[in-house]
């Protein structure tokens, strides 16, 4: 509570500083909003790979908002990708929408990027975590951010999606191969930026309700509003469910002999308020405080005779960005604070009433980067950028060295976008990281180069290439955590080369196709789940990704993507497979029909095969290919009031992500969406 209460006076006090000056001055700011919206419009010209129909970006379905609104506070490189010519940016992004999110009843940001061409979300074995793997790469190797500041936690180097609520977001960007350097280290898989709501110019309050089966309950309410200069937004969430339904096809096992999952109940509560303003005494000022708290159960291991009875009794996250544009000089500040306190609570048996042991952590980070823009010709833009973040630990005998482990990370960057002519932009970028593991008195430091070009062939055809280098440290968990750390990892580093193109088949169809390869040495991985973190041998990722579809008509939408995926692991014996965890095969279906009176049809699914796992007895096991399908009506009965009908995982299909751990069969939801 005390690190709660100092958090919450300190964005009372800087939201204070933002509004106090700006109350009331609209008609006084109105050139300085004019420009910088301005701004705002030429950003969002080139941010995706095409337009709002774009089926990288998951068109929208109506109106096509773009992901951060128009007032977003965009990170440098995306103002430096702005320039009003034909050649489209080096820096590539796949774009959620809003009406991505609406569409597939995407409650939190781990449903949403399940329908991403690239990303895996798996659901964690024992942690019940929602996790992103990228093109081979796991959960850990991917940089999420919320507006433009990391909320992994420091010591897992991960985050549970599910934890962040989408009724606060306006959109989500993911980058691939060649995200740009300024987001810093770590990212060898890529960049998973959450952009939060900051359109809010009239006042308005908002919500929703949603009924399932599995006693699912979900109540969420929005408020917000502005002047023009000032926007402010409150949003919070209730969201719980009983022990989820299994497939008609389980058939009962050890540890799961009914038909509701044991142990998989969840209760969750999100708070989220952001306050941003475009002219203030120092500049363009933006703040947000998030706060989660959640609880749940972990499923126990089916078909193992001495599995972990466990519960996440607490988990309380809070996390505090600050940002400003100065005034007068090309300079931008970002300030963070991430926080996760957390209760595992081990139980003796199946009947979780008997306490073992409780687990107590204290996870958090501080961090801050500045960022500069210098437009040094009329077509080249350079972005310099500079931050350190502290990571810390505390627990109670968790660690295999104290009960605190401490790392502290410093970054400079550099980064050249220049449009050599109209058609072709190249851009230029060299991370330095410098990596302070205090504990041991031991740092690693690293220079990662990389190069990236576009090229607009024609009015219809778009090329693109990239080479990246990318060095990922090693995590806190991973070096010190009690039976599975390593103190003498390394560094794991990434060489990732993509070649591709965008054809516009028509204004509102695009197709779009990569080829890309990663060669990874000293991948960080277990080799098996009794083994410590190592640095593996060479390993080398290679695929194919291809996405196409559209608005085919005014009523009808489609979108069809397929991702092939070949990771290679080294075996002692001189053979090669497939690493365990990486689907060879992903293909994405989504369909969206308009009816009459605007009530949207929308039906979206997945197909996965070529997964393969360890079964309990550390055996190398290939996991049934599945098909999971889902669908949502939503009616509009007025203006501002719909409701909706959601099915998921309509065919019932009994499948799993991780040996011993089965999913959800199917489930029924209905809901309301009200605005006042």
Known sequence: MHALGRVTCTFILFAALIVAPVLGAE????????????????????????????????????????????????????????????????????????EDLDAWNAQDVGEALTWVPGINVQIGGNSADARAWIRGFRDRDALVMFDGIPIA??????????????NAVAGINVMLAAPSVIYGPNGVAGVIDVIPRTDFSETFVGGAVQLGTDGRRLVRAEA???NGNVSYSIAAQHRQADDFSLSDDFVPDVNQPGDTRVNSD???NNLFLQINALETVIGHASAFFSFSDAEKGLPVEVGVDDPDFERLTTSIRKTLGLSNHFKGFP???KLWYNGLDTDLTV????????????????????????????????????????GLQTDVYKTNDQLEIGNRAEL????????????????????????????????????????????????QASAAWAFHASAAQRTRFPKLRELYRRRWGNPDLSVQTANNYEIGATWQNTPDITTYFALFRSDVDGLIERPNRDSIYMNLPETTTKGVEIATGGWVTEKVFT??????????????????????????????????????????????????????????????????????????????????????????????????????????????????????
């Open 224 to 226: 917000g509003g502005g």
């Open 347 to 386: 139980f003796t048996d199946d009947t979780f009433s008997e306490i073992d042991e409780i687990e107590v952590a204290e996870d958090y980070s501080t961090g801050a980067r500045l960022y500069s823009i210098i437009e040094t010709h009329p077509n080249n833009t350079l972005v310099l950028a500079g």
């Open 27 to 98: 008609d006084s700011g109105d050139a300085q909003v004019d420009q910088v919206t301005a701004a705002a419009e030429t950003t969002e010209d080139t941010l995706g790979s095409g337009p709002d129909t774009d089926p990288e970006s998951g068109p929208a379905s109506g109106q096509g908002e773009p992901a951060g609104g128009d007032d977003v506070f965009p990170l440098p490189e995306f103002v430096a990708t702005g320039k009003r010519i034909n050649a489209p940016s080096s820096i590539i992004i796949k774009e959620v929408t809003r």
């Open 559 to 676: 979108r069809f993507a397929y991702t092939y995926l070949d990771v290679e692991e080294n075996l002692p014996d001189g053979g090669t497979r497939q690493l365990r965890s990486r689907p060879k095969n992903t293909a994405l279906f989504e369909f969206r029909y308009l009816f009459p009176r605007d009530i949207l049809f929308s039906f979206n699914s997945i197909y996965v095969s070529g997964l393969y796992d360890l079964d309990p007895e550390g055996v190398y096991t290939k996991v049934p290919s599945y098909f999971v399908g889902h669908a949502k009506l939503l009616w509009p009965f007025t203006p501002k009031l719909a409701g909706y009908l959601s099915v998921a995982n309509l065919a019932d299909e009994n499948y799993v992500h991780r040996i011993g751990y089965p999913r959800e069969g199917r489930s029924v939801a209905i809901g309301l969406i009200f605005e006042l």
């Open 331 to 333: 300079l931008s500040l």
């Open 408 to 455: 502290r990370t410093w970054m400079l960057a550099v980064e050249d976008e220049f449009w050599v002519t109209e058609e072709f932009s190249l851009a230029a970028g060299l991370l330095y990281t410098y990596f302070d593991q205090t504990l041991l008195n031991k740092t690693l430091d690293e220079f990662n180069p990389q190069i990236a070009l576009a090229w």
């Open 266 to 268: 969840f209760e969750r």
């Open 153 to 166: 936690s420091g010591f897992e180097g991960t985050i549970d999606l599910n934890e962040i609520a989408t």
